[in-house]
């Protein structure tokens, strides 16, 4: 995932990178169960920035144009969707880490 801001937060440090992604996926999904997507306006917005400006392209330059800005506008969009979903995400965070700690002390 591209939740680069959770990965430095301070509730993980000292956390092996497997651990940390295993803690952010838990969290997202905690957090996606009180507050899911709206998948309506997330097609919307990619085809928007993503589809239209591709067959755009497609059209003037061809189809190398047309893939290059596809993948990486998707990229961006990813990165800049979940940087915008992450203070929803980081109250979920400090529930799991206090979750996961809990764990692997008591056994």
């Given at each position: 995932?591209?939740?680069?801001?959770?990965?430095?937060?301070?509730?993980?440090?000292?956390?092996?990178?497997s651990?940390?992604?295993?803690?952010?996926?838990?969290?997202?999904?905690?957090?996606?169960?009180?507050?899911?997507?709206?998948?309506?306006?997330?097609?919307?917005?990619?085809?928007?920035?993503?589809?239209?400006?591709?067959?755009?392209?497609?059209?003037?330059?061809?189809?190398?144009?047309?893939?290059?800005?596809?993948?990486?506008?998707?990229?961006?969009?990813?990165?800049?969707?979940?940087?915008?979903?992450?203070?929803?995400?980081?109250?979920?965070?400090?529930?799991?880490?206090?979750?996961?700690?809990?764990k692997?002390?008591?056994?």
């Amino acid at each position: 995932m591209f939740y680069f801001k959770l990965y430095d937060d301070p509730a993980l440090e000292g956390c092996s990178i497997s651990e940390k992604n295993k803690i952010i996926n838990i969290a997202v999904k905690q957090a996606r169960i009180d507050y899911p997507l709206n998948i309506s306006k997330r097609l919307g917005i990619l085809g928007g920035v993503v589809f239209l400006p591709a067959f755009i392209l497609y059209y003037f330059l061809g189809f190398n144009a047309a893939v290059s800005w596809t993948i990486a506008s998707t990229i961006l969009l990813n990165i800049k969707l979940a940087s915008l979903e992450t203070p929803t995400i980081k109250p979920y965070l400090a529930k799991v880490v206090a979750l996961v700690t809990k764990k692997t002390y008591k056994t």
